[in-house]
Structures are given as structure tokens and as C-alpha cells.
């Protein structure tokens, strides 16, 4: 793996690379037949970077999330979400707050997810951080034309984000592919790998960073 | 009509795998090979619906999808064809929209299935022969379907005439690995 990512480096001096672990948990439950919560936590972990000298593998604690959303459900298609994230990193733990809407599509065996979302991250010291993201997520179930319990399904999803500080501004892009295990429709398990990039607007640098992910989904 | 809908109104929660033809009866198979002259390219599931158990063949025929439904000994029960909304017979498609624009205050379908139901030789001559004789004509249709105090995605049953015989919610699959 030190090999293919050095390569990667190599091509051009500019380009990041970063490598690492990607848990990821979320708990869901009804209020009432329209409200509900989720709380998710999410941490990221460096197994590797390309800007470290010595070029090893090595941990570090990226950032984890702490994140908790109250959603009004309009349709059964259609879900609005207001969302409040504190991020604990080093250097600064950071507040950000979410709002999104979610759009169910159906199709013929296959469903897609649509998530429109804008966030702000308040920071001390430095200006407001503002994002638009749009993802659109795939859910192909694996055996059979429909998913049911104990069986497997395919996820894809890829998500592309604005996001402007004062006057400086960039784009980024997520693409993910998962492997998911439906046990219920209170617990599913998917296993993949998420591939991001950024810095497409900031002149000679470009990061790219690839995250083995994991992720549990728990509703009540 | 309300009464009658409320009255029929349950959930639907099917269950369905994909199982290899070995696995299906071989009266099943006959039946179908019969009727639809050596398909080839069917696929065959095991459903369950609580205590309603069946085996399942989906194949094209004749641009049209089908899912051809037999008991656990492979007597054939009944064929279901996808059909667009316009394929609707016209004086059935007004009684069902009269239906939908009184019943609910916004709607939108999904789904139009015809449903041919009856004994074996008969349900052969429908797809062979193009022949309905002794056969009961029914409409499997899903649809979003909003009142003031409901809001949900239904799958309902109407006659041969576009009457309304049961429908049931269809519960759609939680959401929380598209939405966070």
C-alpha cells in the first residue's frame, strides 16, 4: 500500500495524499410520527501522509465529530433536518451548524438518496466558513430485486461541495463505494472505501485523501 | 368507498430472495414453459408475506415485464404485467381516477400491474392465445396517495371496472444511511 500511495505522491510535488481509518456510528429515533433525532459520531484517523518527511505509516487522531440532528419528515420522500456539529481536533474544537433536506427517489429495484445540505463552522479566530454540498447515494441491493433482512446491497454515493471563508474558495469532491449489510431495517453495517479530494481552486496544491470507512446504522 | 378502503387498509411487508430454478417445482416450470414457449431468460423467487407463501418467475414478454406467481407446489395462481399508464383501458382508468382525485388531495403513481387470475389452462391461453375466457381481470397499483390526515405510499387493488377492492401502506425502508 506504502508503494501505490509513494507513487501517487511522486506524480506531481504538489498533490497530498492521505490515507486513513473512518469510523463512523449513528442512532436513530421517532419522536412522533413526523419528528425524529439522529446523533452520529464520526472520527477520522491518519495512517498516512504524504507531507510527513519520512514517508511511514503512522497514526495520528485527525478530527472526530459529534454530530446531532432534529427532522421533520413532509412525505414519505421528503425529510428536512436541522443539524449542530461540535468537531474535536487539535488546534481548535470547532462549532458548525447544518441544515439539509433529503429526497427519496425510487426506482424499479435500486433507490437513490438525494442530500442537499448547507453548513456554517464558526472558528475563534478566523472568519465563517460557509458550504454547500449536494450528494447523491445508490443503494443496489446485492441479492435479488429487493433488499431484505440478511441480505447485502451495494452503496455508491458521490457528494460535491462549494464552500467559501471570506473571499477564498474551493471545491470538493467525495466519492465512496460501500458494501452494506441490511440485518434489519434497524441495523445495517457498510463497509468501504471513501475517496476525496480538494483544493481544486487553490493554485499548485491539490490533496487527495482516501479513507477505509466503516459505518454502523442504528435506528430505535 | 372510504369505509371500504379503511376497512381493507394493512401494511405490506414482503419479503423476497432469488433462488436458483433447481429449487422451483417442476410443475412450475412446465406451466411456464408451456405458456411463454421456452423463455429463457427468467428469473425465479421465493416470497413470503407473513403466512402467504410463493414462488415467483419475472421475464419480458413481448416488451411487457411479468411476474407469474405459484403456490408452494407450483400451481400457477396468477400473472402480473407491468403496464404503463396509458395502457390503461380508458373507461377503467377514469373510475380509478375519479377514485384517486376524490380520496386524496395530491397523488402520483408509481406502479400499474394487470392482474390475470385463474385456473391454470385458462391463465396459458391468456399469454398464447390472447384469450381471457374464465379469467378474473384485476389492477395492482401503487401510488403516493396524500389525505389531511394521511400521507403515505399505497399499494391498492381495483376490479375489472376500476373499483377499489383492499389496498395497504407500503412501508418504505428507513432512510438514515441516505440521509446522514
Not at chain 1, 465512496?176 to 471513501?194: H, Q, R
Not at chain 2, 403466512?51 to 407450483?74: I, T
Not at chain 2, 392482474?115 to 398464447?128: A, K, N, P, R, S
Request: hydrophobic share 35%; aromatic share 14%; net charge negative.
Amino acid at each position: 500500500m506504502v508503494c501505490i500511495l509513494g507513487s501517487f505522491s511522486a506524480q506531481a510535488q504538489s498533490d497530498r495524499f492521505i490515507f486513513g481509518f473512518f469510523p463512523e456510528a449513528s442512532l436513530s429515533y421517532k419522536l412522533s410520527e413526523k419528528y425524529s433525532v439522529t446523533h452520529k459520531v464520526e472520527s477520522q484517523h491518519g495512517l498516512y501522509d504524504s507531507n510527513n518527511l519520512n514517508e511511514e505509516l503512522e497514526y495520528e487522531h485527525s478530527l472526530t465529530d459529534l454530530q446531532s440532528f432534529i427532522g421533520r419528515r413532509f412525505s414519505p420522500f421528503v425529510k428536512v433536518d436541522i443539524g449542530y456539529q461540535y468537531r474535536i481536533e487539535e488546534g481548535e474544537n470547532t462549532h458548525r451548524t447544518i441544515q439539509q433536506v433529503s429526497i427519496l427517489q425510487r426506482a424499479s429495484f435500486y433507490r437513490i438518496g438525494h442530500r442537499i445540505r448547507i453548513d456554517e463552522t464558526f472558528f475563534k479566530d478566523a472568519p465563517l466558513l460557509f458550504r454547500a454540498r449536494y450528494r447523491l447515494k445508490g443503494q443496489i441491493p446485492l441479492q435479488g430485486l429487493s433488499l431484505d433482512p440478511g441480505e447485502k446491497y451495494l452503496a455508491v454515493s458521490n457528494e460535491l461541495i462549494y464552500m467559501i471563508q471570506s473571499s477564498e474558495d474551493d471545491l470538493e469532491n467525495r466519492f465512496a463505494v460501500s458494501l452494506g449489510f441490511y440485518f434489519d431495517d434497524k441495523n445495517k453495517f457498510e463497509v468501504g472505501l471513501d475517496y476525496r479530494t480538494d483544493d481544486y481552486l487553490v493554485e499548485d496544491k491539490f490533496r487527495h485523501r482516501l479513507w477505509f470507512k466503516i459505518g454502523y446504522y442504528k435506528s430505535l | 368507498m372510504l369505509c371500504f378502503s379503511l376497512a381493507f387498509a394493512q401494511e405490506k411487508n414482503e419479503v423476497e430472495k432469488r433462488i436458483k430454478k433447481e429449487d422451483v417445482p417442476r410443475q412450475a416450470k412446465d406451466w411456464l414453459n408451456d405458456a411463454y414457449e421456452n423463455k429463457r431468460k427468467t428469473k425465479w423467487y421465493f416470497q413470503t408475506d407473513g403466512d402467504e407463501k410463493a414462488f415467483e418467475a419475472k421475464l419480458k414478454h413481448e416488451k411487457h415485464l411479468h411476474s407469474v406467481e405459484f403456490d408452494m407446489n407450483g400451481k400457477v395462481r396468477n400473472i402480473e404485467v407491468l403496464i404503463d399508464k396509458n395502457e390503461l383501458d380508458e373507461e377503467v382508468r377514469k373510475v380509478i381516477s375519479n377514485y384517486l382525485n376524490t380520496s386524496y388531495t395530491k397523488f402520483s403513481i408509481s406502479k400499474i400491474q394487470i392482474q390475470y387470475t385463474g385456473e391454470g389452462d385458462d391463465l396459458e391461453d391468456v399469454i398464447d392465445e390472447d384469450e381471457f375466457e374464465n379469467i378474473t381481470i384485476s389492477y395492482e397499483i401503487e401510488f403516493y396517495g396524500k389525505t389531511d390526515t394521511e400521507d403515505e405510499l399505497w399499494e391498492a387493488l381495483f376490479d375489472a371496472e376500476g373499483i377499489l377492492i383492499k389496498k395497504r401502506i407500503v412501508n418504505l425502508k428507513a432512510t438514515d444511511n441516505l440521509d446522514y
